[in-house]
């Protein structure tokens, strides 16, 4: 199985670059390319929400195994009251906001998972490794 593992400061959106590019090596391996490209989107978007809504940073973890990516990013701040829910955005051209609806839309599960401090949205994409 391989995999990678980076925590990230409250705020700091120059991680986001930082991770995107050691998810894009620990899938470079991958034969469907357009899968990798979509994996990296997904995962900057997920990476971007936890360091922009929380203030205790992010850890990001993504595995293959059996030709299956899984990306998980936990934030350490307090749940919020009752489940955690994915928003859902009405129609219109703006740009923020738009994360979790592109997770729902091209990965091939995701789900949230609230935890005794914070939470992780994750999600999985199916690839053929090389």
């Given at each position: ?28 391996h991958w034969q469907e390319r ?97």
């Open positions: 199985m391989a995999g990678l593992r980076r925590r990230m400061g409250g705020a700091d959106l120059a991680a986001v670059p930082e991770v995107r590019h050691a998810l894009r090596e620990l899938l470079r357009d899968c990798a490209e979509v994996a990296e989107l997904l995962m900057s978007e997920l990476v971007t929400n936890a360091l922009v809504h929380t203030e205790r940073g992010a850890v990001v973890t993504a595995t293959i195994a059996d030709s299956r990516l899984r990306v998980e990013v936990r934030d350490f701040d307090a749940p919020p009251a009752g489940p955690p829910v994915a928003p859902v955005r009405a129609a219109d051209d703006a740009t923020h906001g738009r994360g979790l609806a592109l997770v729902r839309s091209l990965a091939d599960d995701w789900g949230i998972r609230a935890r005794p401090l914070g939470k992780v949205v994750w999600f999985e994409m199916n690839g053929e490794a090389a």
